[in-house]
């Protein structure tokens, strides 16, 4: 981020610079967690998969796992985009049909996550 911040220096708004990084490390640890989630699932099946099988232990991680990747994932996703393209607008780092296009995508992403269920 300090780099970002020396490059931009006085044009950047520490506001969307913040919700920007905090948006990247919420997303990255929502993948982590999805992904713990699946590797003990699959270390479960391991060790003892009939019982993980008979149990509900298996649905419910696999609800977990959607519902953190396809839903909160992809929002903070969404903010991150729209972070983004706050900044450049008013960096005037990019085109102004990139800007409009990542808005687009990012209300795309916020609003398509629960047509997906």
Request: overall charge positive; proline content about 2%.
């Given at each position: 981020?300090g780099v970002?911040?020396?490059r931009l220096g006085?044009?950047e708004?520490q506001?969307?610079?913040?919700?920007?990084?905090?948006?990247?490390?919420?997303f990255?640890?929502m993948?982590?967690?999805?992904?713990?989630?699946?590797?003990?699932i699959?270390?479960?099946y391991?060790?003892?998969?009939?019982?993980?099988?008979?149990?509900?232990?298996i649905?419910?991680?696999?609800a977990?796992?959607?519902?953190?990747s396809?839903?909160?994932?992809?929002?903070?996703a969404?903010?991150?985009?729209?972070?983004?393209?706050?900044?450049?607008?008013?960096?005037?780092?990019?085109?102004?049909?990139?800007?409009?296009?990542?808005?687009?995508?990012?209300?795309?992403?916020?609003?398509?996550s629960?047509?997906?269920l």
């Amino acid at each position: 981020m300090g780099v970002v911040r020396a490059r931009l220096g006085a044009l950047e708004d520490q506001f969307f610079s913040t919700v920007f990084f905090g948006a990247g490390l919420l997303f990255l640890a929502m993948i982590f967690a999805s992904a713990a989630i699946a590797g003990g699932i699959i270390a479960s099946y391991a060790i003892e998969p009939n019982v993980l099988l008979r149990s509900g232990v298996i649905t419910f991680g696999r609800a977990v796992m959607y519902t953190i990747s396809n839903v909160y994932a992809v929002r903070m996703a969404g903010v991150f985009m729209i972070s983004l393209a706050t900044i450049w607008t008013r960096t005037r780092v990019m085109p102004r049909l990139f800007v409009f296009l990542t808005y687009a995508l990012a209300l795309l992403l916020l609003v398509s996550s629960n047509l997906t269920l």
